[in-house]
């Protein structure tokens, strides 16, 4: 089963805008949460992390919220950019260390 | 530092021949992650393993595949008797630690897509 659920499946914003995408899971031992950014025909790049004892985190124009009583976590892209369009994923760390845990992938279309 | 290497980046094999996708991984990481990723779908763990040993290959279908990561060189991913259902791209990540900690963040390589005529 699929152990962290993402959404949406593909999202179009306007440049300038604020892209939104969110990821939930079940399991609560997981602890640790990566987002990853995959352009076509490569390998996925680590965006940016968060752990469960922080509720936010930024680095630039990227914002990762936790909400750990409800399980969930979001990406936030703000001011979003054409080059920006690529394919995310979450992740998340399982409590054996040994597997991640990857989400479905979204699919955003910044447009110019 | 060079990031994690993947060879061949294309891989195109007749159904019934072996696959060999290698890793090198970033230096100074003990650990090694391969990942099956299919057209539109997320990646898949396959198995984990550090040097010379095999941690978790819960995610590796029972037959035909099978992976190492020796003390010298690259880590391998094998597949005999290749299917067209193997089509698809293999990623190697790799992550710094040691036996004693847990695993890093995971760097991904580019990637090798496999196709099975």
């Known amino acids: 089963q699929q152990q962290v659920k993402q959404s949406p499946q593909s999202l179009i914003v306007q440049k300038g805008g604020i892209s939104i995408i969110n990821c939930a899971y079940e399991?609560?031992?997981?602890?640790?949460f990566p987002w990853y950014q995959q352009f076509p025909g490569k390998g996925p790049a680590l965006l940016i992390a968060?752990?469960?004892?922080?509720s936010e985190k930024k680095e630039g124009r990227f914002t990762i919220s936790f909400n750990k009583s409800a399980k969930q976590f979001s990406l936030h892209i703000m001011d979003s950019q054409p080059g920006d369009s690529a394919t995310y994923f979450c992740?998340?760390?399982?409590?054996?260390?040994?597997?991640?845990?990857f989400g479905t992938g979204t699919s955003l279309t910044v447009i110019p | 530092n060079a990031g994690v290497m993947q060879n061949p980046r294309h891989l195109v094999r007749r159904r019934g021949q072996e696959a060999r996708l290698r890793c090198s991984p970033m230096?100074?990481?003990?650990?090694v992650y391969w990942y099956r990723q299919l057209p539109e779908e997320g990646l898949k763990f396959m198995v984990y393993?550090?040097?010379?040993?095999?941690?978790?290959e819960s995610g590796m279908p029972k037959e035909r595949f099978s992976a190492e990561f020796p003390k010298e060189g690259p880590s391998i991913l094998r597949i005999q008797q290749v299917v067209r259902g193997d089509s698809a791209a293999y990623f190697c990540?790799?992550?710094?630690?040691?036996?004693?900690?847990?695993?890093?963040?995971?760097?991904f390589g580019p990637g090798t897509r496999l196709t099975v005529l």
């Open positions: 990540a790799s992550s710094p630690g040691t036996p004693l900690t847990r695993p890093g963040t995971q760097y």
């Open positions: 399991n609560t031992a997981f602890d640790y």
């Open positions: 968060i752990r469960p004892d922080v």
């Open positions: 230096k100074g990481h003990s650990h």
């Open positions: 393993l550090q040097k010379e040993n095999i941690i978790d």
């Open positions: 992740a998340a760390r399982g409590n054996t260390g040994n597997q991640f845990y």
